[in-house]
């Protein structure tokens, strides 16, 4: 499920290809803040202790403890669910729209006043969709909306021809997704260098 992660990710994010290593992979990013990403199935001292690049992010399968180099993010999970379809229905005051543009799907949940109080994407990477960039707006929690932009990103992929979701949520995230029936995969520590 890792590997369709990365793949998923990479699309989603419109990054480069991930170049593959022997433990894991590597993501040129581009990005100010977040130039290289190494996404890996488990430490590689060797790899991570060579890495001296400003702005360079690791993500290990598992949990582990890396040197003082790194700022170490807070925890993060590999989750995965079988793909269903079902209704996603949303409160009478907000609109609820999906769009496919190539190998991405995007939701959006607008408000009466036309602001997006919700959003979504996922990424088809074979018979897996990668979940990413769920957010909900602080003023429209808990009123349902990031339940129904999973329960639209679920069934827009699996008609698209994918049977199964992967994702890697914030501890705030993890709550919401194992409501909706996903499953812990693996523990994710995230970590950046700057230098």
């Known amino acids: ?16 290809a991930p170049v593959r290593l022997a433990s894991g992979y590597r993501i040129d990013v581009g990005l100010p803040g977040h130039a290289v990403r190494y996404v890996l199935h488990a430490y590689d ?20 403890a890396l040197d003082t180099r790194w700022e170490v993010q807070p ?12 209704p996603a229905a949303v409160p009478p005051s907000y609109e609820l729209t999906h769009t496919r ?21 996922a990424a088809l990477a074979g018979d897996a969709a990668v979940f990413d960039q769920i957010e909900t707006s602080p003023e429209h929690r808990r009123r349902g909306l990031g339940r129904s932009v999973m329960t639209a990103l679920a ?27 996903w499953t812990l995969d693996a523990p994710m520590t995230a970590a950046v260098s700057r230098g």
């Open 1 to 16: 499920m890792l590997d369709a992660w990365v793949h998923g990710w990479t699309i989603s994010r419109n990054t480069p």
């Open 101 to 121: 543009r190539g190998s991405v799907l995007d939701v959006a949940v607008t408000a009466a006043d036309g602001s997006i109080a919700a959003r979504g994407k």
């Open 75 to 86: 925890p993060e999970y590999l989750m995965t669910s079988a793909l269903s379809a079902a």
């Open 155 to 181: 069934s827009a992929a699996q008609y698209a021809g994918a049977t199964a979701g992967v994702l890697v949520a914030t501890e705030d995230g993890r709550a919401l997704y194992t409501a909706l029936g």
């Open 45 to 64: 001292a060797a790899l991570v202790d060579g890495l001296r690049q400003p702005d360079t992010w690791v993500k290990v399968r598992g949990s582990v």
